[in-house]
């Protein structure tokens, strides 16, 4: 699975995170000790940032036709990917999609895409 969002690790095992003031929000897909269901298949416990063992921003980084992106999502085999290039000339000859004022996102086959790898940051 491709990563765009917080980390935290909490009693050695690390979740799916959101900062929410001096709290950290957990998430996991299944009932647990503490954990209330927001919705099926999604479970939240919140703690104070305090009993973190450590929180972090992990993004998925990619390389589609020669040019530097950041994975946001998947689907079957599609990877969803916003250009990281910065030069308009190059996102307008891929065909991306204007998805705000220098930022432009689409659709790349997942075999197409080279270089996945996650980091923190």
């Not at 765009?4 to 909490?10: E, F, L, N, P």
């Not at 996991?28 to 972090?56: H, K, N, T």
């Not at 992990?58 to 999502?73: D, H, M, N, S």
Request: glycine share 10%; with cysteine.
């Amino acid at each position: 699975m491709k990563r765009d969002g917080y980390v935290a690790r909490w009693q050695g095992r690390e979740y799916q995170a959101s900062p929410d003031g001096d709290n950290i929000r957990l998430y996991q897909p299944e009932p647990g000790e503490g954990f209330e269901e927001v919705r099926a298949g999604r479970y939240v416990r919140v703690l104070p940032a305090s009993e973190i063992e450590d929180l972090a921003y992990v993004r998925t980084t990619c390389t589609w036709q020669g040019q530097p992106f950041i994975v946001l999502g998947e689907h079957d085999a599609w990877l969803r990917v916003e250009y990281t290039g910065g030069r308009w000339p190059v996102a307008e000859a891929m065909r991306l999609e204007v998805f705000d004022f220098g930022v432009y996102q689409g659709w790349a086959p997942a075999a197409e895409v080279t270089d996945l790898r996650e980091q923190r940051v």
